[in-house]
């Protein structure tokens, strides 16, 4: 499963978002989805992950109300809204198909997308 993500840019803080990630040749209804990311340094980590059971979402406590997760099985994509975007933000973000077990667990991911840079500076 290949995962292609996109929407990645250089954003002003405050500004918005969107991140669009597809399979080509696949539909990502049955998949739990996830967003991580990675800062230069920094450890990878779930920013959000969007259930295939029932739809059910996570986020992390720094993304609470300001990104939102969806899917759309029709258009075979999977979204992350970003808004009020800051400057710890920055990261490159990669789209994965997590473990339903523990949506949030890098080690569990089955598939990794190349990942989008996204950039917030003034």
């Known amino acids: 499963l290949r995962l292609v993500e996109s929407g990645g840019a250089l954003v002003q803080p405050g500004g918005s978002l969107s991140l669009s990630c597809t399979a080509p040749?696949?539909?990502?209804?049955?998949?739990?989805m996830a967003w991580f990311r990675q800062a230069p340094g920094k450890e990878r980590e779930a920013v959000s992950c969007i259930s295939s059971s029932d739809g059910s979402t996570y986020y992390a406590d720094s993304v609470k109300g300001r990104f939102t997760i969806s899917r759309d099985n029709a258009k075979k994509s999977v979204y992350l809204q970003m808004n009020s975007l800051q400057p710890e933000d920055t990261a490159v973000y990669y789209c994965a198909r997590t473990s339903p077990l523990h949506c949030a667990d890098a080690t569990l991911v089955e598939n990794w997308g190349q990942g989008t840079q996204v950039t917030v500076s003034s």
């Open positions: 040749g696949f539909t990502l209804d049955d998949f739990d």
